[in-house]
C-alpha cells in the first residue's frame, strides 16, 4: 500500500527543457567568437544565459519555477540523491522508500459491499454493524481507503465508511518508517489487533457476516479507539512481534465491554484500555505455516467504582498453499477463542465465546467455506447463570453455523453466497438465514497482511 511521491510530470519536463536550453546556449557562447555590438548582444543588465535560457521570456521563466514547487529554492534539494544546501534554511534530503521527494500521491480505493437477505425470523440476532440485518437489500458499507507515505518518517492510513445513514471515520492514524531497533509506532484512531479478525475490515472476511464473538465482546465495529500503539519485532530466532496500546474505553459500538455508551471522563491511565498482543509466526514446511496469536486486553466498566473488565484471546492461524509447484489450491483453517470477565456490583461474570473457520480456495476464481460458532451464557462466581447486563436475553449457549461459496469474476469483484443455522438457545426455534453478497472494488489497493 505505500505510495510514491513524484513531482508533477509537467513541471519536471519545462524544468528539463529549461536546463537543457540553458546548457546548450552556454556551450554555444563558449564555442563562437565574441559578436560585434550591432549583432544585438544585450545589456549586461539585461540578463544572462545561465539566468534566463535563450528562448523564455522572465515571465516565463516566473511560470516555471511557480509550477516546479519551490525547488530551486535555496536550501531544498531538487531530488533525494541531492546534499542539503548547508546555508540557512536548508533542509535534510528526502527519502522516501521506492521514490523521490515532491508532492505526495495517494493509494486510493473505494469498495462497496451489497447483501441481498432471507430470514426466517422477525429479529435475527446479527450483531455486526455490517451484518445483512433484514430481509431485502442491505448495504454493509461503502468504503474509501487511503494511504500515503508521508515523508522518511511516517505514513499516513484511513478508512471512512458511508453508510445510508451518514459517514464515520472508522481508522485515520499515523505510523512511524524509521524508528531504531525493529520499533514501530501508530497514533490516531485504530481497531486493536486483538486476536486476528479484530484488526480486518468486512472485504477480507472470508463471511458475509463477522463471528457473533468479536459484536458481542467488542462491539458491533470491532473494538477501535483514539489512542497511540508501539510494537516491537524481538531478535529472536522466530518471527515473534509484541504489541501494546492505549485506546480510550469509550464507544457503544467500539467498547462495548468497556465504558461503552458510558460518558466518563479520563481521570488517570486506568481510565483507558490497554491491549497486549503476542504474535508467533512459523514456517512449518515450505508450503505450510502457523501464526499463533495470544491477547489480552484490561479496561474500566460502568457498572460501578474502579470496575473493571479483562479479555484475554488465543488465535490460531494455519495456510496451506503450495509453492513448490504451480497450484491455485489455499486452505487455511482460523481459530479464535475470547475468555471475558466482568466486574458487576456484587458479583464478577465470565462468558466464553469462539468460532472455528475452514476455508478452501480450490481454483483460481472459486472457494468454499465452513464456520461454527458457539458462545455461553454468563456465569457468577458459584457457576451459576447469572443476568448479563449487556445481553439480559441471553441465558444459555448458542451456536451457529455457517457454510458459503465464493466466486471472483475478476479480482476487482467478487460474488458470494452464504446459508447459516442460527441456533440461540433461549429462543423456542433456530433461525435460518440466506445472503447473496456482492462486492466491487475500484482504485489501488494494498495487500492484506499474513
Keep these: 500500500m505505500s505510495s510514491v511521491s513524484r513531482r508533477p510530470h509537467g513541471a519536471f519536463i519545462a524544468v528539463s527543457i529549461a536546463a537543457l536550453l ?8 563558449e564555442n563562437q567568437p565574441p559578436l560585434s555590438p550591432d549583432a544585438g548582444v544585450p545589456e549586461p543588465d539585461a540578463g544572462t544565459p545561465d539566468e534566463v535560457p535563450a528562448g523564455l521570456t522572465p515571465e516565463e521563466m516566473a511560470e516555471i519555477e511557480k509550477a516546479f514547487g519551490g525547488d530551486t529554492q535555496q536550501g531544498v534539494p531538487a531530488g533525494t540523491s541531492s546534499a542539503p544546501d548547508p546555508t540557512p534554511g536548508g533542509g535534510l534530503p528526502l527519502s522516501i522508500p521506492g521514490g523521490t521527494s515532491g508532492t505526495n500521491f495517494l493509494d486510493m480505493s473505494f469498495i462497496l459491499d451489497l447483501a441481498a437477505a432471507a430470514f426466517t425470523s422477525k429479529e435475527p440476532l446479527q450483531g455486526g454493524a455490517h451484518d445483512p440485518t433484514r430481509n431485502g437489500f442491505n448495504l454493509q458499507q461503502l468504503e474509501l481507503s487511503i494511504g500515503s507515505v508521508v ?4 505514513r499516513f492510513d484511513a478508512n471512512i465508511v458511508y453508510s445510508q445513514f451518514g459517514v464515520e471515520i472508522e481508522e485515520a492514524y499515523g505510523t512511524t518508517l524509521a524508528l531504531p531497533g525493529s520499533l514501530q509506532v ?9 486476536g486476528r479478525l479484530n484488526a480486518t475490515h ?8 463477522q463471528p ?3 459484536s458481542r465482546v467488542f462491539g458491533a465495529e470491532g473494538n477501535r479507539g483514539l489512542g497511540v500503539e508501539l510494537s516491537w519485532l524481538t531478535p529472536l530466532p522466530w518471527y515473534v512481534e509484541l504489541t501494546g496500546s492505549l485506546t480510550d474505553a469509550t464507544g457503544e459500538a467500539t467498547a462495548r465491554s468497556f465504558l461503552g455508551a458510558s460518558n466518563d471522563r479520563v481521570l488517570s491511565p486506568l481510565d483507558l484500555q490497554a491491549t497486549g498482543v503476542l504474535k508467533q509466526f512459523f514456517a512449518l514446511s515450505d508450503d505450510l505455516s502457523l501464526l499463533w496469536g495470544l491477547s489480552g486486553a484490561t479496561g474500566p466498566n460502568p457498572t460501578g467504582y474502579r470496575n473493571r473488565t ?3 484471546g488465543t488465535d490460531v492461524y494455519l495456510r496451506y498453499r503450495p509453492i513448490t509447484e504451480a497450484s491455485n489450491t489455499l486452505v487455511t483453517l482460523q481459530v ?3 475468555y471475558r470477565r466482568r466486574q458487576v456490583p456484587d458479583d464478577v461474570l465470565t462468558d466464553i465465546n469462539t468460532y472455528a473457520q475452514l476455508a478452501w480456495r480450490f481454483s483460481q476464481r472459486w472457494a468454499a467455506a465452513a464456520r461454527y460458532e458457539f458462545g455461553t451464557p454468563a456465569k457468577g462466581e458459584g457457576g451459576a447463570v447469572a443476568l448479563d447486563p449487556l445481553d439480559p436475553e441471553w441465558t444459555k449457549n448458542r451456536d451457529r453455523i455457517s457454510a458459503n461459496l ?3 469474476p475478476t479480482e476487482f469483484s467478487r460474488l458470494r453466497v452464504q446459508a447459516a443455522r442460527d441456533r440461540a438457545r433461549w429462543r423456542d426455534e433456530a433461525d435460518y438465514s440466506v445472503f447473496l453478497a456482492l462486492e466491487l472494488v475500484t482504485g489501488a489497493h494494498g495487500a492484506h497482511a499474513f
Design 22 to 29: 540553458s546548457t546548450a546556449t552556454a556551450a554555444a557562447q
Design 151 to 154: 515523508d522518511p518518517y511516517f
Design 186 to 194: 501508530r497514533a490516531g484512531q485504530f481497531l486493536t489487533r486483538f
Design 202 to 209: 468486512p472485504h477480507a472476511w472470508d463471511f458475509v457476516d
Design 212 to 214: 457473533f464473538a468479536m
Design 310 to 312: 479483562d479479555v484475554f
Design 336 to 338: 479464535e477463542a475470547l
Design 406 to 408: 465464493t466466486f471472483w
